[in-house]
């Protein structure tokens, strides 16, 4: 039982599905600490998905299959910026938008190319991310609790070691960096930032191509880490279950990476508690797979204290008062 | 190169429209370097715009702007802040989440790293501190900062951005007389150090008690330029509304009868169980002004609203007309009774600033009869309404299909005002009758409530503006933290009411 819940299978699984919520979070906490909420993660990630596993079908190559993904979700993100920036429109709306359109896109673009339904062909090892196992530490494997950790370190895709490297580098750069201090500035007051001569336009772009970047890697990694093709609605939710995660986490990049573990473990629980019994009874899957969204709701519906978003999250910039 | 004698600013004929709105015609100014120049003049006589086209928030259609002599091209605030102008805005433009150090460093922070920066800042406010008497501590969250701190911390982010000359607009609004004389006092520090401050104020006292050279303003232009010390309040506001102003509302005394409004032990404690409302208890008779003074915050709002039937107080009983009415909640049965209410939040409460004014003017109101009958409602009734009360309260535009929006604050007042007066209530509650209204409106809306007191009408007053509470209250009502700290005569002097507003009462001061 023991073996089941902490196992190294158990946890090594909840980090590969902790990866696309942890990038989508820290995508979304970039965007919303400068003011723009991102309801579109979802749909990024989703049309970046395909992007990657369609490019990886033609070219094969990997590296460039997340190139592409990256700049199609960045495409995507840009509108949102432009809908949101320099027409005022509403943030949720745009993204919303931006989530049916990645949904249908997708579909409809699949079947155009590759002719499986929506379905993009199976990719072969080359040109996927696949794990990487670090040099010499499978000599550690059977040592005892450090084997344990081990296991659970190694054998994972580039993607994912830089997922987990983004984390520091957001908490970092957003408490000790111009950059973070003008951008946290401009979620919370845009008027300061106007008034201390910084283009509030400018910071919430950079945001938002941030933002874009992230759904790209994370959209990538679904399609051609965690799986070997694209199908249709292959985010699942994720992108909602990260935007929960921010919430959860307040909107920080530590308490977001916890979050994403803590929702990933969830997940991988889905997965591995399938036909398990207890006793005579059997959990149904669907129950389980239930967990990470019925936690969402417990733990936003007061569990977890007050949970602050940025103050001029959602609204649009204008000079005047 | 320049001498000490070249002007700190020079504005040539500065320009600038919006639409149909000439906000600065031809506009001249020149402000002389180490002194404080006071701008002044009603609402929408451009000084506003005006200081933001210097401080590089608009830019001018046409005109020149020179620092020091030189002339220099504004685009944004960057621009402003690179030639050494510093503003202190109205709504303070500062991070409520951020310390004083952050906000004090950006836009400021030298280099791709904040860490250089705010040791930077932590030295230079210390140093600033010990020059100026202004205590800050740098690592305070601002939000958490009274207002008059968070004020500091708008002054220091411009001293440390290096700034010569520092507007201010309307600095005082939000803080109690003694704060005030503190900042002025610092204003006085920063000339005799050779700063120059531009101050942008429609109180005549302020411009009186600071300034050594004052400009007025009116629709656009400038009207004419004074030294302070050889003019006189009668004289400015002269020139501020282009006719003589009674600045002092004649009255005779009240004739108080029955009480109508008798508030007993009234609190009000808010979702945090903070006692906002705290054991109040007064009353209003026919034919008297009862006037609430405070600081903003302090509780007046809390009260008006548990007074109106918005809001049920936590425990207290309201009497109106003998009924206990306290924990009804119910507005509109009370307007129908004969509680009119003013609310102090014009924009958000008095009006929907989408609708035209004569809709504006029948809210609350349209259930009535004459108004349409059953789901009907009678739009020519409605406007004609509007058009004599228009008329009645001399609304310019008098045009009742114009949006509410487009009137001026005081127009907008005068609307909201007619439509509560003219349904004949027994007690008015008015908050900020004259909140960014010009002089001209305050004169008319000052007149209209005491002749409302004169028909026996009883009227409680809330007001921020302690000129305005002692020229029209027959008894005046101090609040400071939910509480009544005491009940004074009109005539009680400045000083005695501003230190009931701090909350030190006379056993304290004694």
């Given at each position: 039982?023991?073996?089941?819940?902490?196992?190294?299978?158990?946890?090594?699984?909840?980090?590969?599905?902790?990866?696309?919520?942890?990038?989508?979070?820290?995508?979304?906490?970039?965007?919303?600490?400068?003011?723009?909420?991102?309801?579109?993660?979802?749909?990024?990630?989703?049309?970046?998905?395909?992007?990657?596993?369609?490019?990886?079908a033609f070219s094969g190559n990997a590296l460039?299959?997340?190139?592409?993904?990256?700049?199609?979700?960045?495409?995507?993100?840009?509108?949102?910026?432009?809908?949101?920036?320099?027409?005022?429109?509403?943030?949720?709306?745009?993204?919303?938008?931006?989530?049916?359109?990645?949904?249908?896109?997708?579909?409809?673009?699949?079947?155009?190319?590759?002719?499986?339904?929506?379905?993009?062909?199976?990719?072969?090892?080359?040109?996927?991310?696949?794990?990487?196992?670090?040099?010499?530490?499978?000599?550690?494997?059977?040592?005892?609790?450090?084997?344990?950790?081990?296991?659970?370190?190694?054998?994972?895709?580039?993607?994912?070691?830089?997922?987990?490297?983004?984390?520091?580098?957001?908490?970092?750069?957003?408490?000790?960096?111009?950059?973070?201090?003008?951008?946290?500035a401009v979620g919370e007051n845009p008027h300061a930032v106007d008034t201390a001569g910084i283009s509030v336009a400018r910071l919430r772009y950079q945001a938002v191509i941030i933002a874009g970047v992230l759904c790209g890697i994370a959209g990538t990694y679904i399609s051609t880490s965690l799986s070997a093709s694209f199908v249709r609605?292959?985010?699942?939710?994720?992108?909602?279950?990260?935007?929960?995660?921010?919430?959860?986490?307040?909107?920080?990049?530590?308490?977001?990476?916890?979050?994403?573990?803590?929702?990933?473990?969830?997940?991988?629980?889905?997965?591995?508690?399938?036909?398990?019994?207890?006793?005579?009874?059997?959990?149904?899957?669907?129950?389980?797979?239930?967990?990470?969204?019925?936690?969402?709701?417990?733990?936003?519906?007061g569990f977890i204290g007050k949970s602050v978003p940025p103050r001029a999250s959602g609204i649009p910039y204008t000079k005047d008062r | 190169m320049t001498d000490a004698r070249t002007p700190a600013i020079e504005l040539i004929g500065i320009d600038k429209r919006f639409g149909a709105v000439h906000a600065n015609k031809d506009v001249n100014l020149t402000i002389?370097?180490?002194?404080?120049?006071?701008?002044?003049?009603?609402?929408?006589?451009?000084?506003?715009?005006?200081?933001?086209?210097?401080?590089?928030?608009?830019?001018?259609?046409?005109?020149?702007?020179?620092?020091?002599?030189?002339?220099?091209?504004?685009?944004?605030?960057?621009?402003a802040i690179a030639h050494g102008i510093g503003m202190v805005h109205q709504h303070f433009m500062l991070v409520d989440t951020f310390t004083v150090l952050e906000n004090v460093v950006l836009g400021a922070e030298g280099g791709s790293l904040i860490g250089p920066a705010l040791a930077?800042?932590?030295?230079?406010?210390?140093?600033?501190?010990?020059?100026?008497?202004m205590?800050?501590?740098?690592?305070?969250?601002?939000?958490?900062?009274?207002?008059?701190?968070?004020?500091?911390?708008?002054?220091?982010?411009?001293?440390?951005?290096?700034?010569?000359?520092?507007?201010?607009?309307?600095?005082?609004?939000?803080?109690?007389?003694?704060?005030?004389?503190?900042?002025?006092?610092?204003?006085?520090?920063?000339?005799?150090?050779?700063?120059?401050?531009?101050?942008?104020?429609?109180?005549?006292?302020?411009?009186?008690?600071?300034?050594?050279?004052?400009?007025?303003?009116?629709?656009?232009?400038?009207?004419?330029?004074?030294?302070?010390?050889k003019t006189n309040v009668g004289e400015l506001a002269e020139a501020m509304v282009g006719r003589r102003v009674l600045l002092h509302v004649e009255k005779r005394p009240s004739q108080p009868g029955e009480v109508v409004l008798d508030v007993r032990h009234v609190t009000w404690k808010d979702r945090k169980g903070i006692a906002r409302v705290d054991d109040v208890s007064f009353t209003v008779r026919k034919g008297e002004i009862v006037g609430i003074a405070g600081v903003s915050g302090n509780g007046q709002s809390e009260l008006l609203d548990v007074i109106s039937g918005i809001t049920r107080p936590t425990s207290g009983e309201v009497f109106f007309e003998g009924k206990n009415i306290g924990m009804m909640g119910d507005p509109q049965y009370l307007r129908r009774e004969g509680l009119a209410h003013v609310p102090e939040d014009r924009q958000h409460r008095g009006l929907i600033t989408s609708f035209d004014a004569a809709e504006s003017a029948i809210l609350g109101w349209h259930f009535?009869?004459?108004?349409?009958?059953?789901?009907?409602?009678?739009?020519?009734?409605?406007?004609?309404?509007?058009?004599?009360?228009?008329?009645?309260?001399?609304?310019?535009?008098?045009?009742?299909?114009?949006?509410?929006?487009k009137f001026s604050g005081g127009n907008q007042q005068k609307i909201i005002l007619a439509r509560e007066i003219e349904r004949?209530?027994?007690?008015?509650?008015?908050?900020?009758?004259?909140?960014?209204?010009?002089?001209?409106?305050?004169?008319?809306?000052?007149?209209?409530?005491?002749?409302?007191?004169?028909?026996?009408?009883?009227?409680?007053?809330?007001?921020?503006?302690?000129?305005?509470?002692?020229?029209?209250?027959?008894r005046i009502i101090v609040m400071f933290a939910g509480k009544v700290m005491g009940e004074r005569e009109p005539g009680t002097n400045e000083r005695e009411l501003g230190l009931l507003m701090a909350g030190v009462t006379a056993k304290d001061a004694a």
């Open positions: 039982m023991l073996e089941l819940f902490f196992g190294a299978e158990t946890l090594a699984s909840t980090v590969r599905l902790s990866v696309p919520l942890i990038l989508a979070c820290l995508a979304g906490l970039w965007s919303e600490r400068s003011g723009i909420v991102d309801i579109g993660l979802e749909g990024k990630m989703l049309i970046a998905a395909f992007a990657a596993a369609s490019t990886a460039l299959a997340l190139l592409i993904a990256i700049m199609v979700s960045l495409g995507f993100s840009l509108v949102h910026g432009y809908a949101s920036i320099n027409q005022r429109g509403n943030q949720v709306v745009s993204g919303v938008a931006i989530n049916m359109l990645a949904a249908g896109l997708a579909v409809v673009l699949g079947n155009e190319w590759f002719r499986e339904g929506g379905r993009t062909p199976a990719l072969s090892s080359d040109a996927r991310f696949m794990p990487i196992d670090i040099p010499g530490i499978s000599s550690l494997y059977d040592v005892p609790l450090i084997g344990v950790l081990a296991r659970i370190i190694s054998g994972h895709s580039l993607l994912t070691y830089i997922a987990v490297a983004l984390v520091p580098v957001t908490a970092w750069a957003l408490s000790r960096t111009r950059f973070g201090l003008r951008l946290r609605d292959m985010t699942a939710g994720r992108g909602f279950m990260a935007l929960a995660a921010l919430i959860f986490a307040n909107w920080r990049a530590w308490p977001a990476l916890w979050a994403c573990l803590l929702f990933g473990y969830l997940q991988a629980m889905g997965t591995r508690l399938q036909g398990v019994k207890f006793g005579t009874f059997e959990i149904p899957v669907q129950f389980i797979n239930m967990l990470p969204y019925v936690m969402t709701v417990v733990l936003l519906a | 002389g370097r180490g002194s404080i120049h006071g701008i002044i003049g009603e609402n929408g006589a451009g000084k506003s715009t005006l200081m933001s086209i210097l401080f590089g928030f608009y830019s001018a259609d046409k005109g020149e702007i020179r620092v020091k002599g030189e002339t220099v091209k504004i685009r944004s605030s960057s621009d930077k800042a932590r030295e230079s406010l210390k140093h600033l501190a010990e020059e100026y008497e205590d800050v501590d740098p690592d305070a969250i601002v939000g958490e900062l009274p207002v008059g701190l968070q004020q500091r911390v708008e002054i220091l982010k411009a001293l440390f951005k290096g700034a010569e000359t520092l507007i201010l607009d309307e600095p005082t609004g939000v803080l109690t007389p003694d704060e005030a004389d503190h900042l002025f006092r610092i204003l006085g520090q920063l000339r005799d150090q050779g700063k120059t401050v531009i101050l942008i104020t429609h109180k005549l006292r302020e411009i009186m008690a600071i300034t050594d050279r004052v400009t007025v303003m009116r629709r656009g232009e400038v009207v004419a330029n004074f030294e302070t010390a009535e009869e004459s108004l349409g009958k059953g789901f009907r409602l009678d739009r020519d009734a409605v406007v004609q309404r509007c058009t004599r009360e228009m008329a009645d309260f001399d609304v310019r535009p008098g045009n009742p299909l114009l949006k509410s929006a004949d209530p027994d007690l008015l509650i008015v908050g900020q009758p004259t909140r960014g209204v010009d002089i001209g409106a305050i004169e008319f809306i000052h007149k209209r409530l005491i002749a409302l007191r004169d028909e026996g009408k009883a009227i409680l007053l809330v007001s921020v503006e302690l000129d305005e509470i002692r020229s029209l209250s027959d």
